[in-house]
Each structure stands twice: as structure tokens, then as C-alpha cells.
């Protein structure tokens, strides 16, 4: 084995016994056929398969494949929808849009390709390739969601950081017919045994070669947000008038506020008020 092959043997080894360790790694996402994992995978976004799943048996019942979906009144989906899911008039719309370029372009079928499912609204490269791996057994790149970025960072397959980089680091260490499995198996792990907090790392069967093992709390997490300190400023127009009103508080000593006194021979500069006492006093 050459010294290049040897972190790509590693890691295909630590996936095998990941695989053996959750032999019914699946998506959780409850659906009969490809039309049902395209739209439960868009409402997937930003929340659980869990709640996904206590709304897409009635969303189905109602409306049954992309043409009952393409005449659904956004409105009347969104409601449903609103029901469990966050994002509801987005994801409404989303997927009544999407049913409607299914219907369309493709003869009311889900397409084959990452290429024409990116196009649908609310697909992106996630998503596609969810469908085509799931559903068609041919995803063109590997599902990077938050467990699979969380767990190839812990097990030291990369140290990239953002999905897309994470996504060629895990194509390049893999074979293209492992990459669906591949992140069924990661986000099975993730869900039951490499939690983001507190990692069961004591019960986890490749702990012997993990190089995050028992020290992995921080690694893979998401960095937590900074605070930045606001500073509040008056508006333009409150900042000039109390400039203003400054300005009136603080009265300049100007030549006005002086009169030349003459006395006797002399000539000097007084306030205002002292002359106007002297000349009353009769003094001089
Ligand atoms: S040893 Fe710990 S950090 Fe490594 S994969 Fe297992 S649970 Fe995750």
C-alpha cells in the first residue's frame, strides 16, 4: 500500500465497520416514490424528519403526485403545512412550484439527473442528490448535512469546513457506488451514537481508531455565533439639535457681550453688566 492510498484505506475501513454496526441505515423520511422523497426532502429544510413525517401523510393523501400537487392552491398546502412546519408559505410554495415544472417539463415525473432537479424550486445539490441517491440509487456527490460534515471532521477524513469542500474531500476517499450509503450510515451514527453534544464515545465501535475519540465535544461543531457590542447613536436630526441646544447652554464670550467704559482719562474693555452697574452707582 503507497503512502497516498493509506488515509483512503483508513477511512473505507472505519465505513465498513460503520456499516456493519448499523446495518439498517435508511432515510428516515417516510415516502413510497421518488415524486413523495422530492417534496419531503424540500420540506426537510431547517427542521426534523420527525415532524416532516407527522405532515406529509395528510399533505399526500390530499394531494397525491406532482399533478393533483401542480392545481393545489398554495394557500390551502401552506395552512397544512403550518401545521408542524416552520417556513410554511416558502416550502408551500416551493413544492407546488416544483410539481408544476415536474408536470411541465418532465410529464409530471421526478428527473434522473442533478442537472434538471437543481431547477426545481426549492432543489439544491443536497436535495438532488438525497432523491437521485435514495431514490434512484445514482447520487452524482455525497449528502454533506450537518452529521455527515460533524462526523468526517471527527473521524479525521477531512479538515475542510464548508459542505462543498467537505463533499469533494468524501468523493475523493470514496468509491461513487459507497457515496449513498455513505451518508445514510454518517447520519444513522450521528443520530444514535456521535451526538453534536456529548458524543457516546464509550459505546461507539470504532472508537479504537477514531482520532476524536473521547475528546470530540468541539470537534465538527459549529462555532458559536460572536457577539458583536451595538452601539446606538441618536438619529441624524435629534444629534443636531441637542448640538444646538448645546450650543444655547454654552453662551460664547464675544465683543457683544463687552462695552468700552471711559473714565476720567482712562479707557478700559468692561462686561456689559459691570459698566451698566458702575454707570448706575454714580461712582467715578
Ligand atoms: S469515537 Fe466518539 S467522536 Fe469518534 S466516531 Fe465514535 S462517537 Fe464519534
Do not use: Y
Not at 182 to 205: N, Q, T, Y
Not at 223 to 229: F, G, I, L
Not at 246 to 270: F, S
Request: glycine share 8%; hydrophobic share 40%; proline share 7%.
Amino acid at each position: 500500500m503507497t503512502a497516498t492510498n493509506q488515509p483512503r484505506a483508513r477511512a473505507q475501513e472505519t465505513f465498513r465497520r460503520l456499516r456493519v454496526i448499523h446495518p439498517d441505515a435508511h432515510c428516515e423520511l417516510d415516502h413510497v416514490d421518488p415524486f413523495q422523497l422530492l417534496v419531503a426532502t424540500v420540506l426537510s429544510a431547517q427542521t426534523t424528519d420527525v415532524l416532516v413525517n407527522q405532515i406529509t401523510p395528510r399533505l399526500f393523501a390530499r394531494w397525491p403526485d406532482a399533478r393533483a400537487l401542480a392545481s393545489a392552491p398554495v394557500a390551502e398546502v401552506a395552512a397544512l403545512l403550518r401545521e408542524r412546519l416552520g417556513m410554511f408559505n416558502q416550502k408551500g410554495k416551493n413544492i407546488v412550484g416544483l410539481a408544476k415544472k415536474l408536470v411541465e417539463k418532465h410529464g409530471g415525473e421526478v428527473p434522473r439527473t442533478l442537472a434538471e432537479l437543481v431547477e426545481l424550486p426549492g432543489v439544491g445539490r443536497k436535495t438532488a442528490n438525497v432523491v437521485l441517491g435514495v431514490a434512484f440509487g445514482r447520487p452524482e456527490g455525497v449528502v454533506v448535512d450537518t452529521h455527515v460534515q460533524r462526523l468526517s471532521q471527527r473521524l479525521g477524513w477531512t479538515t475542510e469546513q464548508k459542505p462543498e469542500t467537505i463533499e469533494k474531500a468524501l468523493c475523493a476517499l470514496f468509491p461513487p457506488e459507497d457515496w449513498n450509503m455513505l451518508s445514510l450510515v454518517l447520519i444513522f451514527h450521528g443520530r444514535r451514537v456521535c451526538f453534536a453534544k456529548k458524543p457516546a464515545c464509550a459505546a461507539c465501535g470504532v472508537n479504537d481508531v477514531c482520532p476524536s475519540a473521547f475528546a470530540a465535544e468541539n470537534v465538527g461543531r459549529k462555532p458559536p455565533r460572536k457577539r458583536t457590542a451595538v452601539v446606538i447613536e441618536p438619529a441624524p436630526k435629534k444629534k443636531a439639535a441637542a448640538k444646538k441646544a448645546t450650543k444655547k447652554a454654552t453662551p460664547k464670550k464675544t465683543a457683544a457681550n463687552t462695552v468700552v467704559v471711559k473714565r476720567g482719562g482712562a479707557t478700559r474693555i468692561a462686561p456689559k453688566k459691570a459698566a451698566a452697574k458702575g454707570k448706575g452707582s454714580g461712582r467715578g
